[in-house]
């Protein structure tokens, strides 16, 4: 979905180092989300944002740090990687909940070591 | 806590064979209903929603979904699969006043050629 771009799209972290996940949008949509996708657990939501400056904790927001600074970007945090963060992050945006649909990004897969 | 239950880890089906998976939730109020699918290696689009009205909504690809609300269920139906369907299927869940999705564990189905 070219409206919602996540960067990096892999990486391997060794345990107890930090990264940054990106995503970013170019639809102007208020709300965005971060999910990770484990097997068998299917979509968990970490965080979220329902607009400029501000986030909320979701599911599991254990580990995990948002920003949301910028309305176009909102930053995925891990401070402290744990094997248990090895999944499959995606970012998901929508305008309204009166049309429902999100947009996901592609993807970004994390290894913890 | 609302949840949303997909009873169907894995459904193997030969081409041109009917689909039914199953959704159920938990939560009683007002809901909005959707399907989604992952097709190998791509993000989640949207396949279906509900959100009011008649309760048997009709798809892209020729899938549909019928929303009964006494047994709070969700199933997706599909008169005839092709190998093409093979994908990951994930009923979510919004209640209406909410601003996040719930996600099912999803389920993968196979069509055999």
């Known amino acids: 979905n070219a409206g919602v771009t996540q960067t990096p799209k892999f990486r391997v972290l060794k345990t107890g180092q930090s990264m940054t996940l990106l995503c970013a949008q170019d639809?102007?949509?208020?709300?965005m989300y971060w999910y990770r996708q484990d097997p068998g657990m299917g979509l968990r939501l970490i965080h979220y944002?329902?607009?400029?400056?501000?986030?909320a904790k979701g599911e599991v927001p254990d580990g995990y740090n948002v920003s949301r600074l910028k309305k176009q970007n909102f930053l995925l945090g891990l401070e402290s990687a744990a094997p248990s963060q090895t999944s499959v992050y995606f970012c998901?945006?929508?305008?309204?909940?009166?049309?429902?649909?999100?947009?996901f990004g592609e993807g970004s897969r994390l290894t913890v070591l | 806590a609302q949840s949303v239950s997909q009873h169907n880890h894995h459904v193997i089906l030969s081409e041109a064979a009917s689909l039914e998976l199953g959704c159920n939730y938990s939560?009683?109020?007002?809901?909005?209903l959707f399907w989604y699918v992952q097709y190998p290696g791509q993000h989640l689009q949207l396949l279906l929603k509900?959100?009011?009205?008649?309760?048997l909504v009709k798809g892209i690809k020729g899938f549909e979904a019928e929303f009964i609300k006494s047994k709070f269920s969700f199933n997706l139906r599909k008169p005839s699969v092709q190998w093409s369907d093979t994908a990951e299927y994930f009923c979510?869940?919004?209640?209406?006043?909410?601003?996040?999705?719930?996600f099912g564990s999803g389920t993968q189905l196979t069509v055999l050629p």
């Open positions: 998901a945006i929508t305008d309204s909940f009166n049309t429902g649909e999100l947009f």
């Open positions: 639809m102007n949509h208020e709300y």
């Open positions: 944002s329902v607009g400029e400056g501000t986030t």
């Open positions: 939560y009683g109020g007002t809901v909005n």
């Open positions: 509900y959100f009011s009205g008649d309760p």
């Open positions: 979510a869940v919004n209640r209406g006043s909410a601003r996040q999705l719930t």
